[in-house]
């Protein structure tokens, strides 16, 4: 289940960024699709894990750059920091007390603290594109080092990213750019925005550009090598006519199959263009839905040890029958 949900999950994310490449540079999204997933497939079918990690280290100091300076320029385009939020405020975009325990309405504290809390518990115990980090390092200790400080850079990163909301709020506010044809998706509002502020600036662009790459190809290289992982030693393994293979072998198989992974992926984006509007909520549905039935598994396998797989995968696949279900639902109320 974990090959084929990350493998949608990755293929939406390589959407994202692409369609913005599209809106500031004119390219057209099939021509970014297939250069960004190819480029990313490559280096990471040839460079495996080692190239994942340095690539990440150059991508996410590219990606904070990048937003940081969209933040700045964007308070001084917008007005100010305190006019900004005051704009938000007023719109409602701020809320801090929104705490009813009102199931049908669809972000509160207790929705963002609760479902937050399991979702973040799934990603960073329970899949592989976590766990292969964990094991890059020397020692248990090493790896919560790591853990904690991802979580402080994380967090960072999210509030930055709420200014981000705010700044385009607050820019907007009077004007709907998707009802005056100027984009025709809101997942382009944001590049929007850089044409707009950043435009007149040379090279800051193209660094935005990058930024947004960065925060796409990190998570897609991360995820085909831990997808690569995953098929090469929990299938192939298990149906191979040898006994054992080299290491060498190995190698050369997980970077085969990373190579056709990410050509599936490649194709998969395609589709993802006719999956809605609205690219995040799309992601949050699809993780909404598949990611807690693995956490489910897990926490059966710590407090009740004596329940063998057959029992445990009967739990995850009564777990699975409402996913497809609900999120064609929730498309239907947005």
């Known amino acids: ?46 460079g495996g894990m080692k190239a994942v990690i340095w690539t990440d280290v150059a991508q996410t100091v590219t990606m904070f ?20 939020f005051e704009i938000a405020t007023a719109g409602n975009r701020i809320q801090f007390d929104n705490a009813t325990f009102d199931l049908s309405t669809r972000y509160t504290i207790w929705s963002i603290i609760i ?45 930055l990213c709420a200014c981000v909301g705010c700044i385009l709020y607050a ?41 947004i790459l960065s925060a796409s190809l990190s998570t897609i290289s991360s995820g085909i090598n831990s997808i690569a992982t995953v098929v090469l030693e929990d299938i192939y393994k298990r149906i191979a006519v040898e006994n054992s293979m080299t ?4 190698a050369i198989i997980s970077k085969i199959l990373s190579l056709i992974i990410g050509l599936l992926i490649v194709f998969l984006a395609f589709i993802a263009s006719y999956l809605g509007d609205n690219i995040l909520v799309i ?5 909404g839905s598949f990611v807690p039935p693995i956490l489910g ?21 009564d777990d699975l ?12 109320m947005l």
């Open 1 to 46: 289940m974990f090959v084929i949900v990350n493998t949608i999950f990755i293929a939406i994310i390589l959407y994202g960024p692409c369609l913005a490449l599209s809106q500031v540079t004119g390219l057209h999204i099939w021509f970014s699709l297939v250069s960004c997933g190819i480029i990313c497939t490559l280096y990471t079918s040839i």
């Open 65 to 84: 750059i990048a937003i940081v300076l969209s933040i700045i320029f964007g308070f001084i385009d917008a007005g100010g920091i305190r006019k900004v």
């Open 115 to 159: 479902g937050g809390s399991f979702y973040t518990t799934a990603v960073y115990s329970c899949l592989q594109t976590q766990g292969q980090r964990y094991m890059c390092v020397k020692s248990i200790r090493a790896a919560q080092k790591v853990a904690w400080m991802n979580f402080i850079m994380y967090s960072i990163f999210i509030l």
């Open 171 to 211: 820019k907007y506010s009077q004007c709907d750019p998707l009802r005056a044809k100027l984009i025709s998706k809101p997942d382009q509002l944001y590049p929007l925005f850089i044409i707009e502020t950043l435009g007149r600036f040379p090279g800051l662009t193209g660094l935005f550009i990058a930024g």
């Open 247 to 250: 290491d060498k072998k190995q």
């Open 283 to 287: 992601v949050f549905q699809i993780a």
């Open 297 to 317: 598994v897990y926490l059966l396998g710590f407090f009740a040890p004596r329940v063998n797989s057959r029992k445990s995968s009967t739990l995850e696949t």
């Open 321 to 332: 029958h409402e996913p497809e279900k609900s999120i064609v639902e929730q498309q239907q």
